[in-house]
Every structure is written in C-alpha cells, then in structure tokens.
C-alpha cells in the first residue's frame, strides 16, 4: 500500500468542493460557516477572561463534564432536540464546576488533581453513558459520538441557529460587562475593595464560560474544546498588552480558525472538524510567537542585533577617547581628542576581532562619528561630532563608577565591568540623576581619571553668555 | 578570613527581568551565629537559595570551606522555607528527619540503624523525639520547625543555612532554637538564618549582613546596626541602580556585551 | 471465559500501574502534565508506526516516549520563554500534539490500525484476540504482555530508588540542596508516566487512562500515612474499580474501560462521604 494515498485531498474533485463552498451556493455549508466563525470568536473571548483569570484549563474539564448531561438528556427525552441537548449539557457542566471547586475546599485533594478527576470522571461517565445508548434501539442515537471529536458536517440547521444564538449572545454579554471583567481581571482587590458584587460577576463568567464551551462541542468536541478557548488568547498576548486589543486579536484568530476548519469540514466530511480547528489554532500560535511585532521571537532577535552593533560602536568610540587621554598631552590645556590611531592600537586596548573592528569602524564612518579614511588601517580619528559622544560616554561611564563605589558599597577594582555595560543604558536624564545624588562632587572617577565635562553643555552655556 | 565556612563572591541575581541582587560578596566567620536581614523583597531569601544552587545565579559564586559545593555537601544543611513545603504529605515525623540521611546514600541505598539512632538523637535535640510516628500535618507551626531542624541536624552538618526559622513559631520553640543555636556553636558550628524580625536580631546572633539588593554592610551585630545602615536597608530601594539594572536585563544587555 | 481472565488481568496491570505513577503525579502538582502525556502520545505513536511501517511494540514505546518527553520539555520552555502560564503552556502543547495524532489516525487509518473510538475507550474487548505468537506458540493477548513489561518496570524503578522519589516529591528544594538531581528523576518519573500511558492506550483509551492515574491515587491521597502505604492503597482501589466496574459492564453491556472508570470515581466519592460523615461526628482535637 502506498503511504501517499492519505493525500488525497489535492485530487481535482476537492477543489471543486472548495470553490462549492465559497460561492456559498450550499445554504447548509453557509449556515455551517456562520455558526463555527461566531463559535471561534465568542469561545476566544470569553476564553481570554479564563486565561486571564488563571484558569486556563477549565474549559478543558467543562468540556469533557459536559459529556453525561448530553447523553443522559438524550435517554430521558429521547430527543436530539437541540435545545433538549444543550441544557443536558449545561445542568452537567455546572456539576463538574461544582465539584472541580468543592474537592479542595473541604479535602486535600489539590485544585489541579481535582480538575483531573472532574475531567475523567464525567467523561467515563458520558462515555458509558453513549455506549449504553449504542446498545438502544433509538432514533437519532447516530449523531452522539459526534460531540468527541466534532463534526460540523453533521450538524443540522437548529442545532446551527441556536449555536448563532447563543454565541452572539455571549458577545454581548461580554460587551456589556466588559469594564466590570476587565478590572476584576486585572486588579481583583481593587475590585473588591470597591465593593463589586464578586459572586455576581464570578457566576456570570462562569454561566458564558460554561455555555460557550457547550455550544462549542458539536464542531471541536469534548476533547479539543479547551483549545479553542486556550490558544487564541495565548497567541494575542503576542501582539498587545492592551486588554480590548488582545481581545480582538484573540476573536480575530479564534474566527479564521473557524473558517478554516468549516472549509476542511466541508470538503472532507469523514474527518472530524475539532482537531483540523487546533492545528489551525496552533499554527497561528507558532506564528504570532515568532513573527509578532515587538513582542515575538525574531523581532527580540532582531532588537538584540540593533543593540549589539551599536554596543560595539559605543565601545570604540569609548576606547578611543581612552587612546587620546593616554597620549602625551599638552600640559595645562583641555584634552585634545584629535590623535590618530592604528586598528592595532585599538585592538591592544580592547579585545576585538579584526573583521568586527573594521566593520564597525565603517558604520562609525558613515554615520559620520570618525574621520572619513578609505581604506584605513591607521589614521583614525574621531570627527567633532565623534569626539562629542566619545565624551558623553565616558562621562557616563565614569560617573556610574563613582555612584556603585559611592552609594553601592562596592569596590573600585570591581566596578569597571559594570559601567561598561551601564554606559551604553544611561539617558541624559539620569545622568544628571547621577550627578546630583553623589556625595562629594568629583571630577574623577575611582580609578583617579579625570571626568570630562560635555561638549554639549559648553556649547550651551556659550550660546548663552 | 582563612578557612571560612562561606565565602560569596559578586553574586548577581534576577527574577525574570527584575534585578534582585546586585554585586553582593562577603565572608563569614566560623562558629558563629549570622543573621542575612533586610525588607521585603530585599533578596534574602533568594540569595540563600542562589548560594544553595536552587536558584540560578547570574554571575558570581558561593565557595563553602574553600571549595565548591558540590564538594562539600555533607557539610552544608539547608532548611527551607516552612511554607514551601507540602504538609499534606503522607509522612511521619520520623521519615522527615530521616531524610536528612538521604543525602550520605545512593539512591538504591536504604537508611540503616545507625542512621535511625542519628535522626532519633536529632528529634531528641529539638525535644520532638515522642512525636516521631506523628503524621506532620498533625503538627502545630512552631512543631514543624522543630522537625525540619532535626532533619539538618540529622545531617551532621558544619554550616547550616536556614530561611526564616522564626517565622510563626511560638515562643517556647523559638527559645529551643535559641538553645540550639548555643549547643551548635559550642560545638564550632556555624549557622546563617535569613531573618525577619528587626527587634531580635541583635540578641539573637552574633553577626549580621544588611542586604537591601545589594549589600550594605557586614560584620558584628554592635558593628553593624547603626541608624545610617539601618537607614540605607530599610530606606527604599537605589531607584537608578534597580532601574538601570533592569534595563540591562530587559535588553539583554548583558549577554550581547560579553560576546 | 479465558477471554474474562485475560481481559481482568490486563486492566488489573493496567489500573495498578497507571495508579502507582499517578501518586506522584498528585504529589508533585503534575496531574495536568499527566493528562497532557496521555493524551499526546497519541501522536507518537501513531508517528512510529507510520515511520516503521508496522506495528512494532518497541517503536511504539519509543515514539510514545519521545513525545511524552517532548511533551514536557515543550510545555516548559513555553512557559519560560513564552511567558505563558503553567497549566497553559501544558494546554496549547497537548490540544496541538493530539490534534495532530487524531488527523493522522483519520487519514491513514488503514495504515495504523487505530480509529478514533479506539484512541478514546481502547479495544479490551478485543484484547483476547489480538494475541501473539513467540516460539510457534500462541502466549495470550500483545496488550496483556505490554503492560505486564511496563508494571515490571515500574515496579522496579520504584522500589530501587524509592528514598529519591519520595525526597523529591516532598521537598524538591531541599533535594537540590543534598545534591540530588531533581530533572534526572522528573524526567524518569515523565519517561514512566509515557511507557505507562502507551502502555494502557491499547487498553483502555486515552481519557479513561487519566481516570486511572489520578482518581485511585487521589483516593489513596485521603487516607495514606505514609507514601508507601499510599501505594497499595491506590492499587488496591485501582483494582476493585476494575472488578466492579468489569462487572458493571458486563450486567449493563456498556463500555468496560467507561465502566472502570467510572467505578473508580465513584469509589472516590464514597471515601470522600464517609471521611467528611467522620469529620462531623468527631470533635477536632487540639494536640
């Protein structure tokens, strides 16, 4: 047997079922659609509060309590009436809830192993349950195991309208209490203190969370739920702290996810809608973590190279200015800064590799810090605006030197490690900070070198006078 | 100081971004009784833990009796936070302290009858001995404490490191740890305590180190404990050194600087 | 009726040995790692028996272990890297790794010789009759033989470095600091939790193996007073929820691996009645 018969989802017959559902000539398909992009948004949403909360995985143990409630509606009314269905499932997920927080208050059994034992116990139970009713002869049995993996495909026009219902009314539920959840969220005490109706907002969380897990197991199952209110929030932290935003976002991927697994479902109706929705869910995770602006993997990356070039810049523009103070000076004037040095005498003085120094040698040039030289391999000099922040940083450096000395209690051999990598943090702002809480004002630093004042200032206070 | 029981030298550490200690170094002298004090927050408890290994350290490192720790481990007893540990444990009084026998044994290795008269004698130091087949969730606050220390007793240490062995204990415990301490010292043991309450320390300990996310001072208890110290520890934090620290770490600053 | 016998004692080993491991899943605070793994391994070891091209036992546990591993090791650096919660970092790693298992059974269903139903409640029914043959002679169901390997093991591994496991799980702090290497033997304790889970996967499906590692155990958890005796407990309550729940299924022609499991949490909650009835009849002593 071939191992590539799996694929069969490129033959020619499946395009066509795609493009079928897209020019939504399938009232059902578009029904489908509808039902599990609003399922994707309103279960991303109300997740976002659960993740926020700390709870993230009780959808995970609402979801597989909810299994029983299910079946043993199915048996008392035996109906698959959607409604019938729903609040089998609601009363049964309630009861896990119940339990989930029962067990550690008045026993040992900790928060964690209680959501455990919540999520197995009521899931043998459904499942004994659905295995009991296979054995039956009734109608309308054939669609119950359905709710373990999902299946969008099978389900049928009320069971989408209620699910429509439901979801958008949990949006709006969400959108009236938003600035009640959002401060419970992130400031509980507060809330408290401001005398907020905890029980209140507590149920009414816990009745949307309950209900969108519910309405959510017809198209990702018992087992899958917890994802769908899970990654969506998980990936939006990527792109913004901002509460609204994050929500958006998370409604944003939890939708297309929807969409996405609504297309599959309809193109291969033998494969199970739930699981086709994590991946899609985990894919857009894996994204956010490594291209999200700011807050993903590579642009930390790529932040961290910006900062390491212009470390290494900082260094020799440092380490320069170091070269001209060692150089035989006049006496009784100001620095002169305008001494010439050799790559050899920049890498005695700092440990650097050639290729680095010439590299940064040539972005200190076109910025404009060093003296323009072709090919330099000696003659480099700092140009006016070079020798300017050559000054400043080693103002910065020495002047963080006296302050951990001085105020940090630390010894003088000891503090040179540190102020080289403070001096390239320091704001002029916090300079002055610096200057102003030290002790004596000295114009040299533990090592006995000299502070040089800022060209920046001189030039200022000339202006002035 | 020759031949000192701990010697630290620029220990650096974080929590995620924050910087927790900064630069912090200093040696202890032998047969005494050391107190690491300072404010909430301060990195006390932290820098016992960095010294431990249970945490990792930026920078720096921590030399016991001239070596690592690594090589000096039946030297050193560690006693934890009494809190961070799980008293719903099924487990006896006896089985705790016996613990403390662990680490002389291979893991296959069962403790033997020598190892049971050497956690007896323990539990009979702390006065715990009658309480030896009592399960611990039985026990009071100030009992527990009482527990743990016969479990670092049991190990026949040298130094002992402790994080907050006062802490919500009743004043009969606290004056059994107190005659502990003495038994100890006369025995040329050295004891550390990360301690929280101002008022005692002086009485309780010999020496005492101010950490405030850095060190401030260390040395004798008379030596040490002037209002200018008290005044830098309990102060507040150096709000330029903690947030330029913390920049520095947010930056990563300090592993792009090193390459 | 061998094929009773065959069927009680593989979910005996099965029930036993899931109950063992879930001790320390419990007293470690990993009851949601457990149930990530078991639900994981689906994907290694439907992955190994794509990759192999057969149904090999050892490939089998490899997969399932790699993943389970893997499932720790991922879930982990979410949380450090990520900044993510715990529970999770535990749940976008899991809900990826058995979607993925569960879309691979469905397309080459053939080739794996699972299906869905069979991932979720196991096959013991069928266990009988899925046997093999070792020297020309027919020795009994692969499933019995599986998980007896497993039980070995474990076993073992637990009365062997018994002292470590229970340093660890009480005060990992203090385990550090004698020098004990708290990842080695989370690790192991992880590496048993995967070989268990496969083990019984064949048997009683994915869900109902977190029924049996945490419910007997947290039962166990009520009443032990010591980890030794903590064990037997849980695995005297792993087996009688088999020979009830067996029992139950048979009368009511249910599921087996539901039935089980379902006996088992009821049998917690009886414990929990009866400790709480206690409670209110005696008065708290003061010592």
Redesign the interface.
């Known amino acids: 047997?071939n191992?590539l018969q799996?694929f069969e989802l490129l033959e020619p017959g499946y395009w066509q079922l795609f493009i079928e559902f897209w020019s939504f000539v399938d009232v059902n398909a578009t029904w489908v659609l509808v039902g599990t992009v609003l399922l994707g948004i309103s279960a991303s949403v109300i997740g976002s509060f659960a993740?926020l909360r700390?709870r993230?995985?009780m959808g995970?143990a609402l979801a597989?309590a909810a299994l029983p409630g299910v079946m043993i509606a199915f048996i008392l009314f035996q109906t698959n009436s959607p409604l019938v269905m729903f609040f089998g499932a609601i009363f049964s997920s309630f009861m896990g809830l119940f339990l989930m927080s029962w067990?550690p208050k008045?026993?040992?059994?900790?928060p964690?192993?209680a959501?455990?034992?919540t999520?197995?116990?009521f899931?043998?139970?459904g499942?004994?349950?659905?295995?009991?009713i296979q054995?039956l002869e009734i109608a309308g049995k054939s669609g119950l195991?359905k709710m373990?993996?999902g299946q969008a495909a099978a389900m049928l026009p009320s069971d989408l309208y209620l699910l429509s219902f439901v979801a958008v009314t949990i949006l709006i539920t969400v959108i009236i209490f938003f600035q009640k959840f959002r401060l419970i969220a992130f400031n509980l005490v507060y809330a408290q203190a401001l005398g907020f109706n905890m029980v209140l907002y507590e149920t009414i969380l816990a009745i949307l969370i309950v209900t969108s897990v519910v309405i959510g197991l017809q198209i990702v199952g018992v087992?899958?739920m917890?994802?769908v209110l899970?990654?969506p929030v998980?990936a939006a932290?990527?792109w913004s702290k901002n509460l609204s935003t994050m929500l958006f976002t998370a409604g944003v991927i939890g939708g297309v996810s929807g969409l996405i697994s609504a297309n599959i479902s309809y193109m291969a109706p033998?494969?199970?809608t739930?699981?086709?929705m994590?991946?899609v869910?985990?894919v857009l995770?894996i994204l956010s973590?490594l291209f999200a602006p700011e807050r993903g993997?590579f642009s930390n990356l790529n932040?961290?190279h910006k900062?390491?070039l212009k470390?290494r810049e900082e260094n020799i523009l440092r380490t320069l200015y170091v070269l001209n103070e060692r150089t035989l000076q006049p006496a009784n004037q100001e620095i002169q800064l305008n001494y010439s040095f050799s790559l050899e005498d920049i890498m005695k003085s700092r440990s650097v590799g050639l290729g680095e120094l010439q590299q940064t040698l040539k972005r200190l040039c076109v910025k404009g810090l060093i003296v323009n030289m072709p090919s330099q391999q000696i003659d480099i000099k700092l140009s006016e605006r070079g020798m300017d922040q050559a000054i400043d940083l080693t103002i910065r450096h020495r002047l963080w030197e006296n302050?951990?000395t001085q105020?940090?209690?630390?010894d003088a051999e000891?503090v040179h490690g540190?102020a080289?990598?403070?001096e390239?943090?320091?704001t002029e702002e916090?300079t002055q900070?610096?200057e102003q809480?030290l002790i004596n004002q000295s114009t040299k630093d533990p090592h006995g070198k000299l502070i040089p004042v800022s060209r920046k200032i001189k030039k200022e206070l000339s202006h002035d006078s | 100081m020759k031949n000192s029981p701990l010697v630290v030298k620029h220990i650096n550490m974080r929590y995620q971004h924050n910087p927790v200690l900064t630069d912090v170094s200093f040696s202890i002298p032998e047969a005494k009784t050391i107190a690491i004090v300072g404010p909430n927050g301060s990195g006390k408890s932290t820098l016992l833990k960095g010294i431990m290994g249970l945490e990792p350290l930026m920078s720096g490192a921590a030399v016991f009796f001239g070596d690592s720790l690594d090589k000096k481990r039946l030297a050193v007893a560690y006693v934890p936070q009494r809190e961070e540990s799980d008293w719903d444990f099924p487990i006896n009084v006896m089985d705790v302290v016996l613990m403390g026998r662990h680490g002389q044994l291979k893991f296959w290795q069962r403790p033997t009858s020598t190892d049971k008269k050497i956690a007896e004698q323990a539990l009979e130091q702390v006065s715990m001995l009658n309480f030896k087949a009592r399960q611990i969730n039985e026990l009071s606050g100030g009992q527990q404490q009482r527990v743990f220390l016969a479990r670092a007793l049991a190990q026949q240490a040298s130094l002992y490191l402790m994080d907050e062995p006062f802490a919500g204990v009743d004043v009969t415990t606290e004056k059994a740890i107190i005659n502990l301490f003495a038994e100890l010292k006369a025995k040329n043991k050295t004891i550390v305590c990360v301690h929280h309450d101002l008022n005692t320390v002086g009485e309780y300990f010999d020496w005492v180190i101010l950490i405030n996310a850095r060190l401030i001072a260390v040395g004798s208890a008379e030596e040490v404990l002037t209002v200018e110290n008290l005044n830098k520890t309990y102060g507040g934090r150096l709000s330029l050194l903690n947030d330029l620290t913390e920049r520095l770490y947010r930056t990563n600053l300090d592993k792009v600087h090193d390459e | 009726m061998i094929a009773d016998i065959w069927i009680l004692a593989t979910a005996s080993l099965v029930a036993i040995s899931c109950s063992m491991v879930g001790v320390f899943l419990i007293l470690r605070r990993m009851s949601l790692l457990g149930d990530a793994i078991s639900h994981s391994v689906l994907l290694g070891i439907v992955l190994a028996y794509l990759i192999t091209d057969s149904r090999s036992i050892i490939a089998m546990f490899i997969g399932a272990t790699i993943i389970g591993l893997v499932t720790a090791w991922l879930s982990n650096s979410l949380h450090k890297l990520g900044k993510l919660q715990t529970d999770a970092s535990i749940g976008i790693v899991f809900t990826w790794f058995f979607a993925m298992g569960v879309i691979l059974v469905t397309l080459y269903a053939g080739k794996v010789d699972i299906d869905q139903e069979c991932v979720l409640y196991g096959e013991i029914a069928f266990a009988p009759f899925d046997t093999i043959i070792f020297g020309g002679n027919d020795i009994g169901p692969r499933a019995f033989w599986v998980i007896l390997g497993v039980f070995l093991l474990n076993i073992t591994i637990f009365i062997l470095a018994f002292n470590r496991f229970k340093l660890v799980a009480f005060n990992s702090g203090m385990a550090i600091s004698l020098g004990v290497s708290v990842t080695f033997w989370h690790y192991l304790l992880m590496t048993m939790v995967s070989l268990t889970t496969v083990a019984s996967f064949d048997a009683v499906g994915a869900i109902l193996v977190v029924a049996l590692l945490i419910i007997p155990a947290s039962t166990a958890y009520l009443l032990a007073k010591s980890l030794k005796s903590m064990l037997i407990i849980a695995a005297i309550y792993a087996e009688l929820s088999v020979l009830i729940g067996y029992a139950l299924a048979v009368v009511l022609d249910s599921n087996i691996a539901a039935s089980i499991g379902v006996v088992s949490g009821v049998l917690l909650m009886i414990t929990v009645a009866v400790l709480q009835w206690q409670k209110k009849r005696t008065p708290v002593s003061v010592f």
């Open positions: 047997m191992k799996g993740f700390k993230s995985l995970d597989h067990l008045n026993t040992k059994i900790k964690d192993a959501m455990a034992i999520l197995s116990f899931f043998a139970l499942m004994m349950l659905l295995s009991y054995g195991d373990l993996f087992v899958l917890a994802a899970l990654t998980a932290r990527f033998a494969m199970p739930g699981p086709w994590v991946v869910l985990s995770f973590f993997l932040k961290q900062l390491r470390v302050y951990l105020k940090v209690n630390i000891d540190q080289e990598k403070v390239h943090l320091l916090q900070q610096i809480e």
